[in-house]
T-cell receptor, first 116, second 113 residues
Framework: EAGVVQSPRYKIIEKKQPVAFWCNPI?????LYWYRQNLGQGPELLIR????????DSQLPKDRFSAERLKGVDSTLKIQPAELGDSAVYLC??????????????FGPGTRLTVL | QKEVEQNSGPLSVPEGAIASLNCTYS??????FFWYRQYSGKSPELIMS????GDKEDGRFTAQLNKASQYVSLLIRDSQPSDSATYLC?????????????FGTGTRLLVSP
């Protein structure tokens, strides 16, 4: 079974430029997550989708970040414009979307963003 | 108080020894707990999940949960150099009406040959 797929794996941009990350979840997984992981820290949730609906975007900096999950499968996370502090690894994860506490998340390989 | 706390380490153990990784959490009503392993430059990989008080064993790994003490641990028996990685504790916490997985900062484990 294929895991979570992300692209690109690495991205280097100059500040104020836009950038987009793409994620394809595990087949059959209804829930999709975007996390940001800074060096030496654990992943922090940015947004969670149940199918195509964003059900928790409370941690997404909405002035510059946006996300979409059209058709409830693939998702794109965008930053416009990027700032130096956005340098981090952006992780996508997916889960079956089981109710209650039993849902397990599986992570993709991540996109390492460097903003110069 | 942080929602999920771990000692950042590094925790150094010799090959063949037992490595003990600890994690405390703040939300008393949390119901699910996970341990992820993360090699340098790689993404987190699920090792264990635990939902009930007590021990759960899977090969060389044992997760221990004590909800009364709000404490979860991971024991790695017969540690191998390949176990050297950062171990992330993650707890399902209800925050502002939503359940979300909150990660600790991770404990770096070094297993020396």
């Amino acid at each position: 079974e294929a895991g979570v797929v992300q692209s690109p794996r690495y991205k280097i941009i100059e500040k104020k430029q836009p950038v987009a990350f793409w994620c394809n979840p595990i087949s059959g997984h209804n829930t999709l997550y975007w996390y940001r992981q800074n060096l030496g820290q654990g992943p922090e949730l940015l947004i969670r989708y149940e199918n195509e609906e964003a059900v928790d975007d409370s941690q997404l900096p909405k002035d510059r970040f946006s996300a979409e999950r059209l058709k409830g499968v693939d998702s794109t996370l965008k930053i416009q414009p990027a700032e130096l502090g956005d340098s981090a690894v952006y992780l996508c994860a997916s889960s079956l979307g089981l109710a209650g506490a039993l849902d397990t998340q599986y992570f993709g390989p991540g996109t390492r963003l460097t903003v110069l | 108080q942080k929602e999920v706390e771990q000692n950042s380490g590094p925790l150094s153990v010799p090959e063949g020894a037992i490595a003990s990784l600890n994690c405390t959490y703040s939300d008393r009503v949390s119901q699910s707990f996970f341990w992820y392993r993360q090699y340098s430059g790689k993404s987190p990989e699920l090792i264990m999940s635990i939902y009930s008080n007590g021990d759960k064993e899977d090969g060389r790994f044992t997760a221990q949960l004590n909800k009364a003490s709000q404490y979860v641990s991971l024991l790695i028996r017969d540690s191998q150099p390949s176990d050297s990685a950062t171990y992330l504790c993650a707890v399902n916490i209800k925050n502002t009406g939503f359940q979300k997985l909150v990660f600790g900062t991770g404990t770096r484990l070094l297993v020396s040959p």
